[in-house]
C-alpha cells in the first residue's frame, strides 16, 4: 500500500517537473539553453532532466539543434496554444472590436489574460504607423507593470493582490512602481478612475490605458490601448479613453455571461 502511495506521489512530481521545464523553455523564447542551464534551473540532477527532455524531445514538445546539445520549445507546445486560442470563447468576441478601434484610434490595441503575477496577451492589432518584428500573442509581461494587470489588480484590492506580486518588484523601466505602497495607492486610483495607466513602467517610451472586462468577477481578461507617450496630449487621451470604454462596453454585452463559472474556466490560464 505504502509503495502504491509513493509511486503516485513520484507520478505527480514527475508531472510537475515537466511543466516547469516547458515553462522554463517557453521562457526563454528563442534562447536555447543546455542540459546543465535546465539542470541547474530545476534543482535537479542531470540524468532525470535529461531522460525527460528526450522524451520530450521525441514527441515533440522539446526540440533540439543538430549538436545534441541545445534545447528549446517545440512545435507541440505550437499546437496545444494554438487549440487554447481557436476554442476560447471571448476571443472571437474580443478580436473583431478590437481591430474596429485599433483603426479607429490608428493605435496598437492589445487583448491579455491574467496568469498568476503576469499578464498573457491572447490577441493584439498593431496601429498601422509602427511595424514590430514580432508578435505579441503568447508572450507574458509582468501585471504589476502593464495597464492590463493593473486594471486587473485593481479589481482584486479587497480579496488581496499577494499571488500577482511578487515579493520583491524588479523594475523594468525607471518609471517600474516598486514600492507597495505606491503600488497600492496607484491600484486605488485606478479603481476610482475605472482604467489603469502604464507611464513608460513596462516599456521606455510607450504609455498604455487597460481596462478590465467584467464579464467575469473578479474579471481575469482586460483590453489596452498603448502608444508612444510623447504623443499623448489631454485631447489624445480622452479621444483614447472614451474609444476604449465603448469597446469595453461592447465586448461585455456581447460576451457570454458569467461563462468563467457557469463553464469552469480557470482565474487564469
Not at 81 to 100: E, H
Not at 139 to 147: D, E, K, N, Q
Request: charged letters at 25%; proline letters at 6%.
Amino acid at each position: 500500500m505504502e509503495s502504491d502511495r509513493e509511486s503516485g506521489v513520484r507520478g505527480v512530481k514527475s508531472a510537475a517537473r515537466t511543466v516547469e521545464l516547458l515553462e522554463l523553455l517557453a521562457s526563454r523564447q528563442n534562447r536555447p539553453a543546455r542540459l546543465r542551464e535546465l539542470s541547474e534551473a530545476l534543482g535537479a540532477p542531470r540524468s532525470s532532466v535529461y531522460a525527460l527532455i528526450r522524451t520530450l524531445v521525441e514527441h515533440g514538445w522539446v526540440r533540439v539543434d543538430a549538436t545534441g546539445t541545445q534545447y528549446s520549445i517545440g512545435i507541440r507546445a505550437l499546437l496545444a496554444g494554438t487549440t487554447y486560442l481557436d476554442t476560447d470563447p471571448y476571443l472571437r468576441i474580443v478580436q473583431p472590436l478590437i481591430t474596429d478601434t485599433s483603426a479607429e484610434l490608428n493605435e496598437t490595441i492589445h487583448y491579455g489574460r491574467l496568469d498568476r503575477g503576469d499578464i498573457v496577451y491572447l490577441a493584439t492589432k498593431e496601429s498601422s504607423k509602427y511595424i514590430r518584428p514580432f508578435s505579441r500573442v503568447g508572450r507574458r509581461l509582468p501585471a504589476f507593470s502593464t495597464s492590463m494587470g493593473k486594471c486587473l489588480l485593481a479589481e482584486r484590492l479587497d480579496t488581496g493582490i499577494d499571488e500577482h506580486v511578487p515579493d520583491s518588484v524588479t523594475p523594468l523601466t525607471p518609471n517600474t512602481i516598486v514600492d507597495r505602497d505606491a503600488l497600492l495607492a496607484d491600484l486605488r486610483q485606478t479603481r476610482e478612475r475605472g482604467y489603469a495607466v502604464d507611464n513608460e513602467e513596462n516599456y521606455a517610451g510607450v504609455m498604455c490605458f487597460g481596462f478590465a472586462l467584467r464579464y467575469s468577477s473578479p474579471p481575469i481578461d482586460a483590453i489596452s490601448c498603448s502608444l508612444p507617450v510623447d504623443s499623448v496630449t489631454p485631447q489624445r487621451r480622452e479621444e483614447i479613453v472614451s474609444a476604449m470604454e465603448r469597446t469595453r462596453a461592447a465586448i461585455e454585452r456581447m460576451a457570454p455571461v458569467d461563462l468563467a463559472s457557469t463553464a469552469g474556466l480557470p482565474t487564469g490560464i
